[in-house]
């Protein structure tokens, strides 16, 4: 009897307890109090009622998987943060510590103590998503030049290109090997446009799913090279060394951030109108299979009282209205997320050297897919397509690229309606998803009705600026993109995928 009241006051002083408890034996739910059964929105008999991991969110499950299987205590207390999902789908963060128990109800078990962080995990996205923003706003003014330049000389060759075709007497008396130069540097241009505008787009989005996927360390610092290359020539010269590193994991728009970071400290740590004396040196190489990015400045370095701080929010020695203090914190936040390890060097009059570590991907089959040029691409050669667009210039360049398929075109969502209302035989659907009035997505949700399976055939063509709707769409159906600027083998290379 002692026994039972002893177990009965213990139980209810788990239930008074703010922080969640839940004991998992086999991956089945033996006990959970109640305010981890709050935490994820359901009574503790529904909590009990699903297996632990169907609780998780599946992109932490076999994290978690890991923990269940074991079978013996490891002497390990490491805290995790794991996200589950609520019944109306919302996903909720929790800190999670395990813990082992040898004996409960008679058998051992695993226990978890939990604390809802979701709040200030969306206070720290917030902040990263502020720092991002101010860093894309200190890369705008050079963007801008990066893409003048190009635009300059595109311009001056087509209009050089036109003039030539537009000759009474074309051909005759035409330098047709220059024309044919003028098209080349015209089309370079434009494709050094595409991928400054596609770097910068990568570096400013907020991706709220955070998506984790095989990256290349190095591509990402070129990519940050690229967006920030006016503002380094300012200051320094710039000496890099981009070796091969290993494949990580990591979201891109995050790691893009870490590298900008420190790129943009570097630049700021330099003075004004002395490049000539400076230099920014920025290495990527692998070392004990670790992918490494190594940035060094020859600035005015760090004093030892206060290389301790550099980490810490909201800490800075710039000048008002230069920095928030935010940016190597966010950059230390976001390595250790992805596994990885940031130190900084420094010394008074030599300069300052920082040092990221990230773990190398688990499995080479991991790694993403189609990251590596298909050397086997052969065109499409027929098909049956149409395309919908409000832009009558890009429907007139799917025209030429699409010249030998059976092409139709709209140039409105509900034109799309009407030519599918009559005709359903295509094999791809590009659809523009953002167009006045019946846009891309109430054309998808019409022939999901109207036609179910067809809606699988439409690609979404996009320049990559989503509103919170149009990506929650996106991030809800499995159809293929085509981002823009695309180029002809881009379009190619969907037609010939033929989504089911």
Known sequence: MVQNDENADLRALSDQNPEGIVVVRNGFVLYVNASFARFLGRDRQQVMDETFLDLLHETYR?????????????????????????????????????MWLSSFAGRPARAFIARDISEVKQTQADLLLADRMMTVGALAAGVAHEINNPMSYVIGNLHYALSVLTQPDFPEGADLQELRSSMDEALDGAERVSRIVKNFHTFSRADQN????????????????????????????????LGPTPAVVGDEARLGQVVLNLILNAVQALPDNQSTAHVIEIRTYED??????????????????????????????????VGTGLGLSIAHSIVRQLGGHIDVESELGKGTTFTVRLPPLASPADEEEGSEPD???????????????????????????????????????????????ADVNFDVIFCDLYMPGTDGKAVHRWVQISNPGLEKRIVFMTGGAHDAVSQAFLDSVPNLRLNKPFDPEDIQRIIQRRPA
């Open 62 to 98: 076999e994290t978690m998987r890991s923990w269940l299987v074991a079978d013996a205590d490891t002497g390990r207390r490491t805290t995790a943060e794991y996200g589950f999902v609520r019944p109306d789908g919302a996903r909720v963060m929790l800190q999670l510590t395990p």
């Open 210 to 241: 955070n998506a984790m996927k095989a990256l290349s360390l190095t591509s990402v610092v070129e990519s940050a090279l690229t967006a920030t290359f006016i503002q380094i020539r300012r200051k320094a010269e710039l000496v890099k060394d």
């Open 288 to 321: 004990q299979g670790q992918a490494v990015f190594r940035i060094s400045d020859s600035g005015p370095g760090i004093a030892p009282q206060v290389l301790n701080h550099v980490f810490d929010p909201f800490f800075t020695t710039k000048p008002i209205g």
């Open 375 to 421: 050397s086997a691409f052969v065109p499409a050669q027929e098909g049956r397509i149409l395309v919908i667009d409000d832009e009558s210039l890009i429907v007139n360049a799917f025209r030429r690229v699409l010249r030998d398929f059976d092409l139709e075109v709209a140039y409105s969502g509900q034109e799309a309606i009407e030519i599918l209302s």
